[in-house]
């Protein structure tokens, strides 16, 4: 039996990155040894261990034969036969299907690399280890956010094949949630405009996204997405930034397409629905500042307010100082209004319409108040 480090790990420590996860494939056992050295089954699909004392994954060595659409239909086949090549061969891009063997421990363990992935990480160049990739459209959706990651070039042969894969239909077949989660983690990448950028250009976006399609890279969206990132900002707030020019219908239909999550989802709506004031806030007055800071729920939500003020700055399309104002005084406005004591109002009042009015008084001249010390310099 021998063990090695495969993919992903072996591609980030040649690139100096830190590896969080490990990748095991084990060549040469069958299940029941896997089992008798300790090592706890946990895979449904095919053969996954877990290690007795790491817990990592332990995969057995597999090639694997597509029986069906999409990503689904696959049968595998891993037994004591299968060699660490035709493991490597199932994998999707050539910097992925690098290996190192740890057991038996060899010194200086070379890197085994079939497939010439090194010099392609050296170049930064994506390109699909085999005519098998085509057989999986989530991994057009992986090209993407490895773009989005690490800035590679895709090989013109790779784009080839994945727009013949969309065209085929293949993409059609992906399910709501894969697609949302491959999105969500390309979102948090360091150029996330990347990843729409390569779907559209493999003709991807229009039938996972159509409410982003035809997705323009220098739009205000686009614009805004990439200060989110440099901001490094939440995936709620990214999220929000990449649909800030949509409608509100649109909106609806790519959240339900894609099964967004609330958080996601209700960051957004917020956004369009009040992007105006928020781009403006630098001449509002004081009622409408507490006004907005009310119907976007700042009082129940203050830290969903202040990344409404995240988005707003990303977006923005003004000097340094003038957002600098803006968010000055939107801030001020939230602390304002969330400082006014509520009860203490209510007590004062004899009535449901008058507590309603007093309090809006009271936030209002508060802000005002806030917007004065702005005023003063203080």
Wanted: glycine residues 6%; contains cysteine.
């Amino acid at each position: 039996m021998k063990v090695f480090q495969v993919g992903g790990s072996v591609r980030d420590e040649l690139l100096g990155l830190p590896v969080v996860d490990r990748d095991w494939v084990v060549v040469g056992a069958t299940p029941e040894e896997m089992v008798r050295t300790g090592f706890k089954p946990v895979g449904r699909d095919f053969p996954v261990f877990l290690h007795p004392q790491t817990h990592e994954e332990y995969a057995l060595a597999r090639t694997e034969r597509k029986t069906g659409p999409g990503y689904r239909g696959f049968t595998f086949h891993a037994a004591p036969d299968v060699t660490l090549e035709e493991d490597l061969a199932r994998r999707d891009f050539t910097v992925n299907a690098m290996a190192r063997q740890v057991q038996p421990a060899v010194i200086d363990a070379p890197l085994i690399d079939p497939f010439n992935g090194a010099e392609d990480l050296r170049i930064g160049l994506l390109r699909h280890v085999g005519p098998a990739f085509s057989e999986d459209p989530v991994r057009i959706l992986r090209c993407a956010r490895f773009v989005a990651r690490f800035g590679f070039e895709v090989s013109p042969d790779t784009m080839a094949l994945m727009r013949a894969m969309t065209l085929a239909g293949e993409v059609d077949a992906l399910v709501p949630e894969r697609v949302w989660q491959e999105v969500a983690r390309g979102l948090m990448e360091r150029d996330p405009v990347a990843l729409f950028a390569l779907l559209e250009e493999a003709d991807a976006l229009v039938r996972v996204a159509p409410a982003l399609a035809p997705w323009r890279p220098f739009s205000g969206a686009a614009r805004g997405l990439a200060a989110a990132a440099r901001a490094n900002l939440s995936l709620e707030a990214r999220f929000a930034a990449l649909c800030s020019e949509l409608g509100t219908d649109a909106l609806d239909q790519l959240c339900f397409r894609l099964k967004v999550p609330s958080d996601c989802r209700e960051l957004a709506s917020l956004y369009l629905r009040h992007h105006e004031e928020l781009q403006t806030a630098a001449g509002l007055d004081a009622k409408a500042l507490a006004e907005l800071v009310r119907a976007a729920d700042g009082l129940r939500q203050p830290a969903r307010f202040s990344a409404l003020v995240a988005v707003t700055t990303a977006c923005a399309q003004a000097t340094d100082s003038q957002i600098a104002l803006v968010v000055r005084r939107l801030h001020a406005a939230l602390a304002a209004v969330r400082g006014v004591d509520a009860g203490a109002v209510a007590r004062q009042a004899s009535s449901p319409l008058e507590i309603q009015a007093a309090l809006g008084r009271a936030r209002e001249q508060a802000v005002a108040d806030a917007l004065a010390n702005i005023a003063h310099g203080a």
